[in-house]
């Protein structure tokens, strides 16, 4: 029985330390409070990941140790360098291979589905730590000192976390008007949370995966009308009220609202076309994205019948 751990108890930290226990393998999840969701072959720590002593004490034995960890979003600046410092540093002292949740941050505004190619160009503050976080995770990969490789999915659909379908669908399933700096009508793909936890353990476990980056097996682009269209047909309310908010609204909101503020750096990814490409996962690793009509008829349900989310 491997040993796997996972840095993180969010939607993917769950997601992946499910998906590990349900096939038999050993799962030790760390966060600070001892979250994680309760499985006989899941061990939930409380420990500071920040703490690379501690964290190599924790990855010694392991097989892959998963970078699924968030820091609040206004303090990634500050709280990701330390962060993933101690992570590369226990995956080098450990052999464990590091699998890192990344996301598409890093290649700033583009105007073309994105692959693995695309250069990390990003100006933003959120975009160029990603970029240095994997610059310094790739440069140990080439020394021989780790074995890294990092998983990339566009904005998430399912339950649990805060990405912009659960800010929207909830609100679309009350029958209340959504409000937000959205072209509504503009094609975007999402990625939905069982299929980054399917990724990120293929990839752990796959010689020829390590040390690049892999996109996520994601549907076909949809807007987000249709994703609340879709859900409003199948719980029978009515049709969304959706209205885009313009940009100066938003930018005035990020004075007094951190959350806010920082969402002004990614505006670009709701302005328009944000598609992304994940052919080269799905060849590698044979793992097709779950359909959209089946994550929404999940989300119907889920959302109608809350449970709580490990954080």
């Avoid at 780790?146 to 609100?171: F, H, N, Q, T, W």
């Avoid at 309310?237 to 990020?254: F, I």
């Amino acid at each position: 029985m491997a040993l796997h751990v996972i840095v993180g108890a969010g939607p993917v930290g769950t997601a992946t330390a499910r998906l590990l226990a349900e096939r038999g393998d050993q799962v030790r999840v760390v966060t600070r409070s001892g979250t994680g969701p309760e499985h006989p072959a899941v061990e939930r720590v409380a420990a500071d990941a920040g703490d690379a002593d501690r964290l190599t004490a924790l990855t010694e034995g392991a097989v892959a140790l998963y970078n699924c960890a968030n820091p609040a979003y206004h303090k990634w600046a500050t709280d990701w360098p330390p962060l993933a410092g101690a992570l590369l540093t226990a995956a080098e002292r450990s052999g464990a291979v590091l699998a890192t949740v990344g996301n598409l941050y890093g290649y700033g505004p583009v105007d073309a589905p994105m692959t693995e190619a695309n250069p990390l160009v990003a100006t933003g503050v959120k975009g160029r730590v990603r970029n240095r976080m994997w610059a310094d995770a790739l440069a140990a990969h080439h020394a021989g000192r780790a074995r890294v490789i990092e998983v990339r999915g566009s904005d998430y659909i399912g339950l649990g976390g805060a990405s912009l379908p659960m800010m929207v669908l909830p609100k679309v399933l009350a029958g209340q008007r959504v409000f937000l700096p959205v072209d509504w009508d503009a094609p975007h793909t999402w990625t939905y949370v069982p299929d980054v936890a399917r990724t990120l353990v293929a990839a752990a476990s796959e010689a020829r995966a390590w040390g690049r980056p892999w996109h996520v097996p994601s549907a076909p682009a949809v807007s987000m009308r249709t994703l609340a269209d879709g859900v409003a047909a199948r719980a029978g309310t009515p049709a969304p009220r959706l209205t885009r908010m313009p940009y100066p609204v938003l930018w005035l909101g990020g004075l007094a609202d951190p959350f806010a503020r920082e969402l002004r750096e990614t505006a670009h990814q709701f302005g328009g076309p944000f598609v992304l490409d994940s052919t080269a996962a799905t060849a590698l690793f044979g793992i097709e994205a779950t359909p959209l009509d089946r994550v929404l008829d999940d989300m119907v349900v889920g959302l109608r019948n809350p449970t709580p989310v490990a954080g």
